[in-house]
């Protein structure tokens, strides 16, 4: 019995090391790169500077990828309720999940997605992959669905993989208090 406990021991002690590390500060990521092409009308030229000042709702999905599907009609919402703010943006990045994508297609498939399904929001692609890369070191970016929160100073506040509905209502209330500081302190 004796040795049993002491084979639990390394184990605990390693999970209070991990959970120490955890639970500390950490200093966000600032957004470095964006390289995005537009996919559809709605859909504008954006550069990295013109997201200064702005919060940033940026979610990589994919029309073949089933969690996305049901979470698109939420990103659709938040886009909707924020339209009209000029310091937010949604930066909608559709993907083929498989490396360099084929814009051509990559629009094709947007296009019939959103006609299918009735919406009309600006979607991206990131063809070379640099905006996910620059992002990988919040969360690995292999995953799809993939939600990021960057504040109006650039920084990545937070890096969701996948899509749960209780998640994304986190997401949501940690976006409209980071919309709220925005205007707090612009006044």
Not at 73 to 79: C, D, G, K, N, T
Not at 85 to 92: A, E, G, M, T, V
Not at 151 to 168: A, I, K, N, S
Request: hydrophobic share 45%.
């Amino acid at each position: 019995m004796k040795s049993l406990t002491w084979q639990w021991i390394p184990v605990a002690l390693l999970a209070g090391i991990a959970l120490y590390f955890a639970l500390q500060p950490r200093t966000p990521t600032v957004l470095h790169a964006l390289e995005l092409t537009p996919l559809n009308a709605a859909a504008k030229d954006v550069k990295l500077d013109d997201l200064k000042g702005q919060v940033v709702l940026i979610n990589f999905w994919g029309t073949w990828c089933p969690p996305c599907v049901q979470e698109f009609p939420h990103i659709v919402e938040v886009e909707r309720q924020y339209r009209g703010r000029k310091d937010f943006r949604l930066l909608s990045i559709s993907s083929q999940g498989r490396g360099a994508e084929d814009v051509p297609q990559l629009r094709s498939d947007v296009e019939a997605f959103q006609k299918a399904r009735g919406f009309d929001l600006p979607v991206y692609a990131d063809p070379q992959g640099v905006t996910r890369a620059g992002l990988a070191n919040v969360v690995s970016t292999g995953v799809f669905p993939a939600t990021f929160l960057v504040d109006r100073d650039g920084r990545v506040m937070e890096g969701v993989l996948g899509y749960d509905p209780q998640t994304f209502d986190r997401i949501k209330l940690r976006l409209a208090t980071l919309l709220e500081q925005s205007v707090a302190t612009s006044h």
